[in-house]
């Protein structure tokens, strides 16, 4: 068995991975993990962070080796690493919103003119009723574009199919609560 340190062909980790899945991926994690630690610390995150990333960056590894769709011209760390530093400038983006948007809520009330502010607050109230979940599905997909898939695994549904199912109920939920507003209530 060849060791990480030294680049490998393609079918060398399909054969190691299919041979010993576990004791492969641990020392790939174990070499990559202090690089990636060091890395989101830098960029303000927390060891929970570099875990998550790395997790999601060794199952995309895996995932590519045993599909073949990786070409490898790097050590498997350095590849590992650079998928790390994508998904945590993502993970960053993806926090700006959220922050954006709990600053544009809070402010919401401030910004809502005199004579139209009680249609926009009773438009708001209809969101909030909808419930936590809901509102972080339905944000999660029409404002920050996650994919079905993301939120499915995010929210912990069993099936993307049943968080497909279930942020088409919160959407029908939310249309039917706004079926008595007209566009004069936007004006």
């Known amino acids: 068995m060849q ?36 890395y989101v610390k830098q960029q303000g995150g927390t060891p929970d962070d570099a ?3 790395l997790q999601e960056a060794i199952i995309l590894f895996y995932e590519k080796i045993m599909l073949e769709e990786l070409t490898l011209t790097a050590l498997v760390t350095t590849y ?14 993806k926090r700006q919103r959220q922050e954006a948007l709990v600053i ?9 003119p005199a004579e139209t502010g009680s249609s926009t607050l009773e438009l708001v109230n209809y ?4 419930g936590q979940k809901c509102r972080d599905m339905l944000l999660a997909f029409y ?8 939120i499915a695994k995010q929210h912990q549904y069993r099936t993307v199919h049943s968080a497909s199912v279930q942020k088409f109920k919160c959407l029908e939920r939310l249309r039917k609560s ?10």
């Open 80 to 93: 590992i690493m650079g998928v790390c530093k994508n998904l945590w400038r993502r993970e960053l983006e």
């Open 127 to 130: 969101v909030e009723q909808l």
């Open 143 to 150: 404002y920050f574009g996650q994919s079905i898939p993301a």
């Open 3 to 38: 060791t990480i340190s030294h680049p490998v062909m393609i079918a060398d980790w399909q054969q190691q991975l299919v041979a010993n899945r576990e004791k492969t991926l641990t020392k790939i994690y174990a070499r990559a993990y202090p690089m990636v630690l060091h």
């Open 178 to 187: 706004l079926a008595a507003f007209t566009i004069q209530h936007f004006r």
């Open 51 to 53: 875990q998550d990333l």
């Open 104 to 112: 544009e809520k809070t402010d919401l009330a401030d910004d809502i």
